[in-house]
């Protein structure tokens, strides 16, 4: 069961990442395709917006070490990712372009995080 759930939580980082990619891919469609198409961005994002909150119950139920991050950076991902809605709707350009800096930190920490569960589950499966 603790082998599955490490799985399942590899899985969901990833599809984190792709999805984060795919977010991306559908603002810049928006931007060069015209304005009809902000639609698919605006809603994509709640079909991902929770996996955060999905990798935390699985590290608990995994009972994964707390020093590893595997906690932590989720719950900080769903804030940044909830911040995203205050950014794109934010009346002041200077605040509202925060709003596609902050998707590149959510980027990156996304993928720090897939690569930190993937190795750290390898390892353990690996007795180290």
């Known amino acids: 069961m603790r082998r599955t759930t490490h799985g ?3 899985l969901a980082a990833w599809l984190l990442v792709a999805s984060v990619a795919y977010q991306t ?3 810049g469609v928006a ?7 902000w639609a698919r961005h605006t809603g994509f994002v709640h079909v991902f917006e929770f996996i955060p909150l999905l990798m ?3 590290a608990l139920v995994a009972r994964v070490p707390r020093q590893q991050g595997l906690y932590l950076y989720p ?3 769903w804030l940044m990712i909830g911040a995203q809605y205050g ?6 350009a200077m605040i509202a372009a925060l709003h596609p800096v902050n ?3 959510i980027f990156w920490i996304s993928v ?3 690569r930190r569960a993937t190795e750290t589950f390898k390892d353990e499966r690996r007795g180290g």
């Open 8 to 10: 399942a939580y590899a």
């Open 25 to 27: 891919f559908l603002a």
């Open 31 to 37: 931007v060069f395709g015209g304005p009809q198409h």
């Open 56 to 58: 935390i119950v699985l």
């Open 75 to 77: 719950f900080a991902l």
């Open 87 to 92: 950014l794109a709707a934010a009346g002041p």
């Open 103 to 105: 998707a590149l930190a």
């Open 112 to 114: 720090l995080l897939a």
